[in-house]
């Protein structure tokens, strides 16, 4: 396999598996969550590392995915006692990813770890980073990674696609006819952080943000079928990451910039465009009824 299609392969499934979980979150309004998770792991990498003193990504894997899982206990716990949901994500995040920073300033001068990383990443990097698992040579630690959270997303959500279907739109009928609304509310959160954390170290920070939000946003725009919303943030996400890598080696950019840029475009595309929600679609639409009236 050739050193393009690694990386292609890469965004690809950084786009799916951010793409599809992105949905729900724009949804239920809790997009900007994955901004605090996408930074806030980089406490659990720092913290895995001052504990193993090792660099394998499944300990750092494992840290990032606990902070996580900690950030969302403690949104929900600030918005359960009466802090807007806004500022208790700001707090939290803020909070959690500069004890990171701190603790990378003070102890982590030597490894690779450090906040440009974080925030840009170094997908170029990925093909060199390969691992032997399941006696398969030669595959990038990081197509693993994003290949089984993927497949465990996907199980999750069509196990469970009614209850997440019914409370992200009628939450009080969720709870009216028993299901367990705080339960799917973690179990998703929980997700969200899995995914985060496996695109993390793959493609930093701006890129996991850019497509836990932007897809999901495209697809709400052009469709109202939830399940065609799952499929369109999916397509968006690995169009925006094929157009971004060739336009990023065209340019000589940063090739996770370039993607985050191109599925910003995607979005301004159908924001303008789409047949329903667009812009023009709804000034015409207002032409038509002053017509009308």
Same mark, same amino acid.
């Given at each position: 396999?050739?050193?393009?299609?690694?990386?292609?392969?890469?965004?690809?499934? %950084?786009?799916?598996?951010?793409?599809?979980?992105?949905?729900?979150?724009?949804?239920?309004?809790?997009?900007?969550?994955?901004? $605090?998770? &996408?930074?806030?792991?980089?406490?659990?990498?720092?913290?895995?590392?001052?504990?193993?003193?090792?660099?394998?990504?499944?300990?750092?894997?494992?840290?990032?995915?606990?902070?996580? +899982?900690?950030?969302? %206990?403690?949104?929900?716990?600030?918005? &359960?006692?009466?802090?807007?949901?806004?500022?208790?994500?700001?707090?939290?995040?803020?909070?959690?990813? #500069?004890?990171?920073?701190?603790?990378?300033?003070?102890?982590?001068?030597?490894?690779?770890?450090?906040?440009?990383?974080?925030?840009?990443?170094?997908?170029?990097?990925?093909?060199?980073? !390969?691992?032997?698992?399941?006696?398969?040579?030669?595959?990038?630690?990081?197509?693993?990674?994003?290949?089984?959270?993927?497949?465990?997303?996907?199980?999750?959500?069509?196990?469970?696609?009614?209850?997440?279907?019914?409370?992200?739109?009628?939450?009080?009928?969720?709870?009216?006819?028993?299901?367990?609304?705080?339960?799917?509310?973690?179990? +998703?959160?929980?997700?969200?952080?899995? !995914?985060?954390? /496996? $695109?993390?170290?793959?493609?930093? $920070?701006?890129?996991?943000?850019?497509?836990?939000?932007?897809?999901?946003?495209?697809?709400?725009?052009?469709?109202?079928?939830?399940?065609?919303?799952?499929? +369109?943030?999916? %397509?968006?996400?690995?169009?925006? /990451?094929?157009?971004?890598?060739?336009?990023?080696?065209?340019?000589?950019?940063?090739?996770?910039?370039?993607?985050?840029?191109? #599925?910003?475009?995607?979005? *301004? *595309?159908?924001?303008?465009?789409?047949?329903?929600?667009?812009?023009?679609?709804?000034?015409?639409?207002?032409?038509?009824?002053?017509?009308?009236?």
């Amino acid at each position: 396999m050739s050193y393009t299609f690694w990386i292609l392969l890469t965004a690809s499934l %950084v786009g799916v598996t951010c793409g599809i979980m992105g949905v729900l979150l724009i949804l239920r309004k809790l997009a900007m969550l994955s901004d $605090a998770i &996408s930074h806030t792991v980089l406490l659990g990498i720092i913290s895995a590392f001052l504990i193993t003193q090792s660099l394998d990504g499944w300990t750092m894997f494992i840290g990032a995915a606990i902070v996580g +899982l900690l950030t969302t %206990v403690f949104v929900q716990m600030l918005n &359960s006692a009466g802090v807007q949901s806004d500022a208790s994500i700001g707090i939290v995040f803020t909070f959690l990813f #500069a004890i990171g920073v701190i603790l990378v300033s003070m102890f982590a001068d030597n490894v690779h770890i450090d906040v440009e990383h974080t925030i840009m990443g170094e997908i170029a990097f990925i093909p060199w980073e !390969t691992v032997n698992w399941f006696g398969i040579e030669g595959i990038p630690q990081a197509v693993w990674m994003l290949g089984i959270v993927l497949v465990i997303d996907v199980i999750l959500l069509v196990l469970f696609y009614k209850e997440f279907k019914v409370s992200t739109f009628d939450p009080e009928l969720a709870a009216a006819i028993g299901l367990p609304v705080g339960l799917l509310h973690y179990l +998703l959160m929980g997700m969200t952080s899995l !995914t985060a954390v /496996a $695109a993390f170290d793959a493609v930093g $920070a701006i890129l996991v943000v850019a497509m836990l939000i932007t897809p999901g946003a495209t697809a709400y725009l052009l469709t109202e079928r939830l399940s065609m919303m799952f499929v +369109l943030s999916a %397509v968006i996400g690995v169009l925006a /990451a094929f157009s971004g890598y060739y336009i990023a080696a065209w340019l000589d950019a940063s090739i996770a910039g370039m993607m985050a840029a191109m #599925a910003g475009l995607l979005f *301004l *595309l159908a924001f303008t465009f789409a047949p329903q929600h667009g812009i023009i679609a709804k000034r015409l639409m207002q032409k038509r009824i002053k017509h009308d009236v």
